[in-house]
């Protein structure tokens, strides 16, 4: 039942990834496409410039035209009295208007051309706004991804926390219970109270440091004091001394056992792994680098 509730808050970085994965191939797309868009501005923008140069070009041609036109209206007023000149005036002006309608033909053209250039460079201006827009959404979906990815970090970090205190707390309670079972066997001189599987802590290699009289298979990681039983033939016996040893006690870490949990087993309290830590600085220079199966010496 707990490992179907830590699940979810164990998918939520895995989801938290691929999103601000998926989020960053879409803002370098956007990035390409706001180049491009600008790259066809300025190409616009150089055309409308070389469109207004010819278009510029065209009217001073036109003007000159026209001069030429007037100049030929002047030559046939001046030929009148003469059939030849008058026909050649006339031909003249005819080929002038001809010029000058083909100019303003080519002119409406140019315009047309630049009119269009034009509306071509105020859709590429919108299209950079979109492109913008765009960018600044991603921007935006960019950042909530990453808080909550910041959220689902807290999430989970919490809830290693919750385990480890419950873990602490079945601990304490195993131990509690084994404490008042010897202590009432003791007592009483009857068996003591055997746990169940379920609340028999991860056993653990250490050394023998408990009394020389204790309850059978006892877990391996309680190292809580008690006293011995009674003998039933001597009423007033004294409880026996524990035997001086020198050997050094260890522990081989479990899968989901930390420092803490250690600490607990062996001194009833999660506040003294540093002291677990300084015995083995050799082999375990930082407290996050625990790993199963590590072999601990236990001061």
Do not use: C
């Amino acid at each position: 039942m707990k490992l179907r509730l830590l699940l979810p808050l164990l998918a939520l970085p895995v989801l938290a990834t691929a999103g601000r994965a998926q989020t960053s191939d879409s803002v370098a797309q956007l990035r390409r496409d706001f180049t491009t868009v600008q790259q066809q501005r300025d190409t616009l923008a150089e055309q409308v410039n070389q469109l207004r140069a010819e278009r510029d070009a065209l009217q001073s041609e036109r003007d000159a035209l026209r001069t030429e036109q007037d100049t030929a209206k002047a030559k046939i007023t001046a030929a009148e009295t003469s059939a030849v000149e008058a026909s050649e005036a006339v031909r003249a002006q005819k080929e002038a208007e001809m010029t000058v309608d083909m100019t303003v033909r080519a002119y409406a053209i140019k315009e047309q051309e630049a009119a269009d250039a034009v509306k071509a460079a105020k859709i590429a201006a919108e299209r950079q706004i979109s492109a913008e827009q765009a960018r600044d959404a991603a921007l935006a979906e960019a950042q909530q991804v990453a808080a909550e990815r910041d959220a689902a970090k807290q999430a989970e970090s919490a809830a290693v926390a919750a385990k480890a205190a419950m873990q602490n707390e079945l601990y304490a309670a195993q131990i509690r219970i084994e404490n008042l079972s010897r202590a009432l066997s003791a007592r009483s001189g009857v068996a003591a109270y055997a746990p169940s599987a379920a609340l028999v802590p991860t056993p653990v290699a250490t050394e023998d440091f408990s009394t020389p009289v204790a309850p059978a298979n006892p877990p391996a990681s309680s190292v809580a004091k008690v006293e011995s039983p009674k003998s039933p033939t001597t009423p007033s016996a004294a409880p026996a001394a524990p035997a001086p040893t020198t050997s050094v006690r260890t522990h081989t870490v479990a899968e989901g056992e930390s420092l803490s949990l250690i600490s607990f087993k062996y001194y009833q309290s999660p506040n003294r792994w540093d002291k677990i830590v300084a015995a083995n600085r050799a082999k375990l220079k930082n407290p996050d680098q625990l790993r199963p199966g590590m072999v601990l010496i236990i001061p």
